[in-house]
Nanobody, 122 residues
Framework: DVQLQASGGGLVQAGGSLRLSCAAS????????IGWFRQAPGKEREGVSC????????YYADSAKGRFTISSDNAKNTVYLQMNSLKPEDTAVYYC???????????????WGQGTQVTVSS
């Protein structure tokens, strides 16, 4: 079975950091792109950052550029999202997903993990 396990969320003060992890199993990790998405209450799910495990190509939303870094450990089938300089507007449930291409559109992703809550206090 395909599984994507997101972890690492929590409560942090503005300016703080968190590192999210997405552990994948049940599919050929190297053949897929892994994306991080977030959804705040009352808002649509948005792409935050993505990485192609075959070529290392990355994507960052404008809101993530300069603050977030995505990386992949293919030996561990795990993708990380290092989030620094967190802001209250980063508060959301963060999801990881696997798809065939590096893309910000959630519709491009085939498999989804459960979310992990990130709360940034002001």
């Amino acid at each position: 079975d395909v599984q994507l396990q997101a972890s690492g969320g929590g409560l942090v003060q503005a300016g703080g950091s968190l590192r999210l992890s997405c552990a994948a199993s049940g599919f050929t990790f190297d053949d897929y792109a892994i994306g991080w998405f977030r959804q705040a209450p009352g808002k649509e799910r948005e792409g935050v950052s993505c990485i192609g495990n075959s070529d290392g190509r990355t994507y960052y939303a404008d809101s993530a550029k300069g603050r977030f870094t995505i990386s992949s450990d293919n030996a561990k089938n795990t993708v990380y999202l290092q989030m620094n300089s967190l802001k209250p507007e980063d508060t959301a449930v963060y999801y990881c997903a696997a798809g065939g291409v590096v893309a910000a559109d959630p519709d491009e992703y085939d498999y989804w993990g459960q979310g992990t809550q990130v709360t940034v206090s002001s």
